[in-house]
């Protein structure tokens, strides 16, 4: 009893520790920068090109929701994309109270478990969704460093960057590849407990069904990539908003590392980690830590208008998946 009662105290303090962390990072970045110059980059801003990434944000949730339909589509469900297209704005909505991602995924996960569907194909989907997303945005780091290997800076780094997203895009991938599995399946049934290897068999079992119909698979995969091309367009036309000067192929480097950086669990929808991310990483190219900060501001906000449309969404909806 004392354990399940500690529960709801240890998430709190969890809760309030991120909130904290983000707060003074917040506050630390406001600190050391001049907010003369943040207003005027505020008031200065192209509001049509703010609404254009706004757009292409909502596109981002769309394909979003339907490349986690074609992975369960390939597990055998049949839950309607509008019910899918609902439980990924909800997500999305209490992503904005969670650690990266984890608010959208458990809420989707919770919507399984009010529909006819196996609570097995909800949670191995939302994995699979999951892992699919950090692939592509792996991908794109990738490639990016031979078309932006003009303006990076030390080499030395830039091998060691490719080696780590090299070695990430490499875990994701054998996660994602069920001969994979049979390695993971052997480690897991000596090694961890039966409830843990009973869930990885589950889950290699899901992953066993996409890579079985190669069409629906890479249908997922060019949607994840979609996605993360559409997250950059969008950072694109927010940086052209607040008047950065930066390339395509400079930001297809930059975005997927803010991105990682800013899942890192350590604060609220990676408020403050992101917008560090942004300030230190766009700042290595010459953007100032105004634009950069305000950029990040931008692109925060159009992710937290999704949720505000998830927000109305739950609390209008009759059923979760119907």
Do not use: H
Request: contains cysteine.
């Amino acid at each position: 009893m004392g354990s399940v009662s500690e529960r709801p105290r240890n998430s709190a303090k969890s809760m309030v520790l991120r909130i904290g962390v983000s707060a003074l990072l917040m506050v630390w970045l406001l600190n050391k920068m001049p907010l003369d110059r943040l207003k005027t980059a505020f008031l200065n801003a192209n509001c049509v090109l703010l609404a254009l990434a706004l757009l292409t944000t909502l596109v981002c949730a769309l394909v979003q929701t339907m490349r986690w339909a074609v992975v369960l589509n390939a597990m055998g469900s049949t839950i309607p994309f509008s019910g899918l297209l609902r439980s990924n704005f909800v997500g999305l909505f209490f992503n904005l109270f969670t650690p990266s991602n984890v608010g959208q995924d458990a809420a989707r996960v919770v919507d399984f478990r009010s529909s006819g569907d196996s609570v097995a194909t909800g949670l191995a989907s939302v994995a699979i969704d999951r892992l699919l997303g950090l692939l592509a945005m792996l991908v794109f780091a990738l490639v990016a460093f031979p078309l932006a290997s003009g303006r990076l800076p030390d080499s030395s780094a830039v091998t060691m960057a490719v080696c780590v997203i090299s070695i990430c895009l490499a875990f994701v991938f054998g996660l994602l590849c069920s001969p994979a599995g049979k390695i993971v399946g052997r480690f897991a049934a000596r090694f961890l407990p039966a409830k843990v290897d009973k869930g990885l068999r589950q889950f290699y079992g899901m992953t066993k069904q996409m890579t079985a119909k190669p069409g629906k698979a890479f249908c997922a995969v060019l949607l994840a990539l979609i996605f993360q091309f559409l997250v950059i367009f969008a950072n694109y036309l927010i940086a052209g908003a607040v008047g950065v000067s930066i390339s395509l192929p400079l930001l297809i480097l930059l975005v997927p590392l803010t991105g990682l950086v800013a899942s890192i669990p350590i604060s609220i929808n990676g408020v403050g980690l992101r917008e560090w991310a942004y300030v230190q990483l766009w700042g290595a190219f010459g953007v100032t830590s105004e634009q950069a900060f305000l950029s990040s501001l931008a692109f925060l906000a159009t992710w937290v208008a999704m949720g505000l449309v998830g927000a109305v969404v739950y609390t209008t909806r009759r059923q979760a998946l119907s």
